[in-house]
């Protein structure tokens, strides 16, 4: 069971991040130097989640895909 539910929290996070990379591949197209600048705000990474993490995982979809990505974080536990 234990790892279902890790599966399942991957391929969430996983489709959060074919869903952010659409909004990362807009800006940097609108943008002159194309680096997107993103700010995360607490624990979005693989401490919180399995494998790609929520807010982060948009980041590592643009990052494969080849987009610049600058990312601040303001917080980390």
Not at 12 to 27: A, D, F, P, S, V
Not at 47 to 60: M, N
């Amino acid at each position: 069971m234990g790892n279902e539910i890790a599966d399942e929290d991957a391929e969430n996070c996983r489709r959060i991040g074919e869903h952010g990379l659409k909004l990362i591949e807009e800006l940097s197209q609108r943008k002159s130097d194309g680096t997107v600048n993103i700010l995360t705000h607490c624990n979005a990474g693989w401490l919180a989640f399995v494998d790609y993490g929520s807010a982060s995982s948009p980041i590592y979809a643009a990052h494969d895909k080849g987009i610049n990505v600058h990312v601040w974080v303001d917080e980390t536990r």
